[in-house]
């Protein structure tokens, strides 16, 4: 399938316009804040919108469809238990801190509630880890176009070979990105995220409606697939009757808890766009208001996966393989429309430790993509997987320049510069941002497991991070020694949890087991994480609590606007009921546990 | 004061709905038989195009100007 000459007008279009939109914001970034945080000018919907769409990177577009099409609808708990519930909480509770304490970023609240040294682990991790995700973005995206091979024939036309497609689409969606968010900042890249969200949904809507019509509507789908694909909830009793290998508390404690309140309440990258926003309510209402997209997200990107799997197994119209061979041998091992993995040495399929074919469900989406769409459409769903690895990647990167420079130059490097050096910095730290990426993705390229290793590492640090926030927001006891203790140590138990223990299937190495004994092994390696961040969770929460009470707390005065306690409550009784962040929240609950009711 | 977003949206989406239901008017039945025979470039196509005019009108409409009660279109859109 190559593209024709109308899906390269939709895709240009595009990257123009996404550049544009930075060329004209450029004048209303004249100061730090405008650059790092907006300058807190930005409405509600606006940073609702961003708030998501930072997430909706291709993990979560072409990820999510992988899921679905390997465990069902069971996937949308990454959502409607694993998001809901803890964008609603950060809202309501979380937000008067975040947004009230005056500080510019996630580290520097741990700095102003905790000490520098908590703020400083959390502000070092977090700046690696942004590069590392938005370099990976890049190298997913460079290989997925690549494997499409949708660009192959206008390479050929300008007589380049399609052997650089992964390296011309690394260093395009570089030049991309750094040009928006150099011009604009942090208002260029909510905007585009914007701009993104909304070609995200009008890319794949048109592809649940065909793809649902084809196999009968949703009551067509069930019928295709094995019951456990179709229901949510049944079977969670224990880990053994359902496709994720997990038991309901596992789910509810790990993702539904840690994991989540982990990621919303305290990611710098989604948290930065409720900080940009115009007023406190608005910074209050801007999970809020993104959680209502959120929980509809799994018909669109879940729903494709389900949707891949349950079609009769063909010859699909572009496989993504080189050798034909190859592809006949893919396509007639796979699932649906999704093709075996291919050993790149024998050009045979690979095979799991029972002989069964193992899928390639990453190119759900994709063949969905080019088995439905005819040109033009096709031009637009594209666009659709573009935006998302964009505004991944942007949020990513903007991310990283604010904490670079507020919490590691301004702190460690230079203190008392002016305005326009931050500035200036910033910009500079936009650029060696993403040239970091651009090497991680060419270093994804070459050891894959190293970045396995880094992923697992990032993992071990982020698990206790949310004891930490809660303890800080919700007990003045707390202190700094606490909290970082409880941070090393919560680190420490992910990693020694995560090394004494191995999902079923697997041997010793990366997925565990690497400390020697095995001392329990796990049906499945979701099972296996959850509840390494059970662990994380539980001993940070009691050794900063048990640490904080041999240390010397401090003065209370000094933590007004910082802890629940000691800060007046937000005054929102002059809005009407139904305007309150309250009551909106309540609405979202109630709405996210129909969802879980209709699909149990 | 910001642009409004609605107002790029707007436009970009209204490019993108007028250049796919162009195409759906002029171009062979033979490539609609991947959508079911659904003539999706057409009918997307005029859905974005009238997402996008009423994503334009309102940014258009509700942008506040600080210099007067009764703004120009000019000074709206910035």
Partial sequence: ?600 | MHLDVRLPIGLLFCFIGIVLAAYGLLSDREIYRVSLGINVNLGWGIILLLFGALMFFFGWKKHPDPSGPAPTPDTRAH
């Fill in chain 1, 1 to 600: 399938m190559n593209l024709t000459v109308i899906d390269g007008v939709i895709i240009l279009a595009y990257l123009i316009f996404t550049v544009s939109v930075g060329a004209l914001l450029k004048r209303y970034t004249r100061t730090s804040t405008d650059f790092f945080l907006a300058g807190r000018a930005i409405p509600a919907w606006v940073c609702g919108l961003a708030f998501i769409s930072a997430n909706l990177g291709a993990q979560e577009v072409v990820g999510m469809a992988a899921s679905g099409a390997k465990y069902g609808i069971a996937t949308s708990h990454f959502y409607w238990i694993g998001a809901i519930p803890a964008m609603v909480f950060v809202g309501l509770f979380m937000m008067p801190f975040y947004y009230g304490s005056r500080a510019r970023s996630v580290p520097e609240y741990l700095r102003l509630r905790f000490d520098e040294k908590t703020r400083a682990v959390n502000a070092i991790s977090f700046a690696i880890m942004t590069v590392f995700s938005s370099g990976i973005s890049m190298y997913a995206m460079a290989r997925l176009l690549q494997s499409l091979r949708v660009l192959d024939s206008a390479f050929g036309y300008f007589n380049v070979s399609a052997a650089y497609v992964f390296d011309v689409s690394v260093i395009a969606s570089a030049v991309i990105v750094l040009v928006y968010v150099l011009l604009g900042g942090l208002i260029s890249a909510i905007y585009n995220e914007v701009v993104q969200f909304f070609l995200i949904v009008a890319g794949f809507v048109p592809l649940v409606f065909l793809g649902l019509k084809n196999v009968g509507g949703w009551q067509g789908l069930v019928e295709r697939l094995p019951g456990a694909y179709t229901h949510a909830w049944q079977g969670l009793g224990s880990s053994g009757s359902n496709p994720l290998g997990v038991e309901w508390f596992g789910l509810v404690m790990g993702l539904g808890f840690v994991l989540s309140f982990g990621y919303w309440c305290t990611d710098f990258l989604v948290v930065q766009r409720a900080m940009a926003a115009d007023s406190m309510e608005s910074a209050r209402r801007t999970p809020l208001i993104a959680s209502i997209p959120k929980m509809f997200f799994p018909f669109l990107v879940i729903l494709p996966g389900l949707i891949a799997i349950a079609l009769p197994t063909q010859l699909v119209r572009q496989p993504a393989s080189s050798a034909a061979a190859a592809v006949t041998a893919s396509s007639q091992s796979g699932r649906g429309i999704i093709p075996a993995k291919i050993d790149e040495r024998t050009g045979q399929p690979e095979l799991d430790a029972d002989g069964h074919p193992v899928l390639d469900y990453d190119l759900a989406v994709p063949n969905m993509l080019l088995h439905y769409f005819p040109p033009g459409l096709l031009g637009l769903g594209l666009v659709a997987l573009l935006a998302s690895f964009m505004s991944g990647m942007a949020g990513n990167v903007t991310a990283f320049n604010t904490v670079w420079t507020y919490d590691i130059y301004q702190s460690y490097i230079r203190r008392n510069a002016s305005d326009a050096h931050y500035l200036w910095m910033g910009r500079m730290a936009t650029v060696f941002g993403i040239a970091f990426s651009i090497v991680t993705a060419y270093f994804a390229v070459h050891f894959n497991n190293i970045m396995d290793v880094l992923q697992l590492v990032f993992a071990f640090v982020n698990a206790p991070l949310f004891a930490t926030f809660l303890l800080g927001m919700f007990w003045k006891r707390a202190t700094g020694h606490g909290a970082f203790a409880g941070l090393v140590l919560g680190t420490t138990a992910a990693a020694i949890h995560q090394g004494s223990t191995l999902p079923a299937g697997s041997d010793s190495g990366l997925k565990g087991g690497w400390l020697g004994a095995v001392l329990h092994q796990y049906p499945s390696q979701m099972a296996q994480n959850f509840w390494t961040a059970i662990w994380a969770w539980s001993a940070c929460f009691l050794v900063t609590i048990f640490v904080s009470l041999l240390t010397r707390p401090r003065n209370e005065k000094e933590l007004v606007g910082l802890v629940y306690s000691l800060t007046e409550r937000v005054k929102d009784r002059h809005l009407v009921w139904y305007k309150r962040p309250a009551t909106l929240g309540v609405a979202v609950l109630l709405m996210a546990a129909v969802l879980n009711w209709v699909f149990w």
